[in-house]
């Protein structure tokens, strides 16, 4: 199995329910496509290096998933792209 770890900010001008929402619904298109999640850390709202689609701060969380094939990741990517409220993402493969 490869080990990936996933992390994307959502824009800081939602609701707790919505940011809650949005960070399940990718949740369950990485379970939907196969990925097996390991880990969650929801880490709170943050300042940005720098702006970011005119925001100073965002939400982050960090997904760490274990998947046989490529399509988890590629999904997450493609929705990630298309999505107003998540500003930045990240997929990073971890190397055994």
């Known amino acids: 199995m ?8 959502v824009r800081p001008d939602l609701e707790e329910a919505s940011i809650k929402t949005i ?6 298109t ?13 880490m709170g709202q943050k300042d940005l290096a ?3 689609k005119k925001y100073k ?3 982050y969380f960090l997904f760490t998933i274990e998947t046989e094939n490529l399509e988890a990741t590629k999904e997450f990517d493609r929705l990630a792209l298309i999505s107003e409220d998540i500003i930045r993402h990240l997929i990073v493969k971890i190397e055994s």
């Open 30 to 42: 990485l379970e939907t496509k196969g990925a097996k999640i390991a880990d969650v850390k929801e």
């Open 2 to 9: 490869r080990k990936y770890e996933i992390m994307f900010i």
């Open 50 to 52: 720098y702006e970011i």
């Open 57 to 59: 701060t965002g939400y």
């Open 23 to 28: 960070a399940n619904n990718m949740k369950q």
